[in-house]
């Protein structure tokens, strides 16, 4: 099976500077999505440090491209970095299940680690007066939203809602 980095071969490269922004949070989505080539980069969201990513094949603008959003966080080269970029981001996701499953896998990671963050959170807080009662209600929405405006009907004809 071709690597992520093998896929992005054709895309045209962007070099960026230490402390360069690649995406700008609340900036609008123009539909690109980058590919971390080599170099580092941070995350942030607001003037919070959310994390560090190094990782050759690493995604990012995928949320904003995917729900037609602006730009979720801030995305800064923490060094000398080369990111190949897609300017149709949705189109090349489109020509490759390897890559539409690589994403897929990167955002189902995320939200399995903040839904287990979230019910660590809530069972250490569990009996507390001051509990963190809004998480059941975090919770929920991240396990059980569904955007309507999705073309796809989840469970089957016989059961019409998914297992969880």
């Known amino acids: 099976m071709p690597d992520v980095l093998d896929l992005c071969a054709g895309l045209p490269e962007r070099r960026f500077a230490t402390g360069e922004c690649l995406l700008e949070q609340g900036a609008p989505s123009a539909g690109v ?62 020509s490759s299940p390897v890559l539409t499953l690589a994403v897929a896998r990167l955002l189902a ?26 998480l059941d209600e ?7 939203h569904q955007d309507e405006d999705l073309d796809v009907d989840p469970g089957s004809d016989r059961e019409r809602e998914p297992n969880y």
């Open 33 to 94: 999505l980058y590919v971390l080539a080599e170099g580092s980069v941070e995350v942030l969201k607001g003037d919070i440090h959310v994390t560090t990513v190094s990782q050759p094949g690493a995604f990012f603008g995928e949320i904003g491209l995917l729900l037609d959003l602006p730009t979720s966080a801030t995305v800064r080269a923490l060094e000398p970095t080369r990111c190949y970029v897609a300017e149709d981001g949705k189109a090349f996701l489109a």
């Open 109 to 134: 990671r995320r939200l399995h680690h903040a839904t287990t963050y979230l019910a660590d959170l809530k069972q250490q807080f569990e009996g507390h007066a001051a509990s963190l009662s809004m």
């Open 138 to 144: 975090v919770l929920d929405a991240l396990v059980h």
